[in-house]
């Protein structure tokens, strides 16, 4: 059963930082691309950052280059997102996805990031 399972959302102010994890299980994750996503309310959900296996090619949207960073674990089954330089405008809950190599598309639950002073 494939499972993906993220942390690290909370409560932070403007310019500051947080490093969101997703723990993967259920598939062979070195042959997964993972991305993020997020969905800021009454907004449709949009991509964050892509990061592909086994070269660990990344994309970014335009409204985080240079704030944030993905990476990956594949020994530990993991993807992360290093975020900094904060921005309210970063509000969302931020998803974490997986893209089997047979084409086959899972989700997780979501962590809430909420950026306020």
């Known amino acids: 059963q494939v499972q993906l399972v993220e942390s690290g959302g909370d409560l932070v102010q403007p310019g500051g930082s947080l490093r969101l994890s997703c723990g993967a299980s259920g598939f062979t994750f070195s042959r997964a691309a993972m991305s993020w996503y997020r969905q800021a309310p009454g907004k449709e959900r949009e991509s964050v950052a892509t990061i592909s296996s086994p070269r660990g090619t990344t994309r970014y949207a335009d409204s985080v280059k240079g704030r944030f960073a993905i990476s990956r674990d594949n020994a530990k089954n993991m993807v992360y997102l290093q975020m900094n330089n904060l921005e309210p405008r970063d509000t969302a809950i931020y998803y974490c996805?997986?893209?089997?190599?047979?084409?086959?598309?899972?989700w997780g639950q979501g962590t809430q990031v909420t950026v306020s002073s």
């Open positions: 996805k997986a893209i089997l190599y047979d084409g086959n598309v899972y």
